[in-house]
C-alpha cells in the first residue's frame, strides 16, 4: 500500500517556475515507476511526466520537454516536478501516481495509486 500526497501548486505568472513534491508512504515506495498527470477542465486526465524506480529513466509529454524536470529521492520517498518557462496552457490539476511496472507509463489505467492533486494556475 502507497499513499501519496502532492502539494507545491500555486499561481504564476506565465515564464515563471513552480516545484511540486509528493511525499509517498510506506516500505515498497522504491520499486515502483512514478508518474505525474494533469487534468484542466473541460478535458481528460493526461500524462505529463514519469521516473523509473532507480530514477536512471525519465519519460515526457512532448509539450513539456525541455521546461519540466521529474526527479526521486527513495531515501525520503519523494518524487518531484521542477516546472520552469511556465505557459498559460500548463494551468491544470497535478497529480502524482505509482504504478508497479515500467511499461506503459502514459496510461493512465495502469497507475495504482493517486496523490490528491494540487492545482497549478498560470496566468498571462
Known amino acids: 500500500q502507497v499513499q501519496l500526497v502532492d502539494s507545491g501548486g500555486g499561481l504564476v505568472q506565465a515564464g515563471g517556475s513552480l516545484r511540486l513534491s509528493c511525499a509517498a508512504s510506506g516500505r515498497t515506495f522504491s520499486r515502483y515507476t512514478m508518474g505525474w498527470f494533469r487534468q484542466a477542465p473541460g478535458k481528460e486526465r493526461e500524462f505529463v511526466a514519469a521516473i523509473s524506480w532507480s530514477g536512471e529513466r525519465t519519460y515526457y509529454v512532448d509539450s513539456v520537454k525541455g521546461r519540466f524536470t521529474i526527479s526521486r529521492d527513495n531515501a525520503k520517498n519523494m518524487v518531484y516536478l521542477q516546472m520552469n518557462s511556465l505557459k498559460p496552457d500548463d494551468t491544470a490539476v497535478y497529480y502524482c501516481?505509482?504504478?508497479?511496472?515500467?511499461?506503459?507509463?502514459?496510461?493512465?489505467?495502469?497507475?495504482?495509486?493517486w496523490g490528491q492533486g494540487t492545482q497549478v494556475t498560470v496566468s498571462s
Open positions: 501516481a505509482a504504478k508497479r511496472d515500467i511499461s506503459s507509463v502514459v496510461v493512465t489505467s495502469g497507475y495504482v495509486y
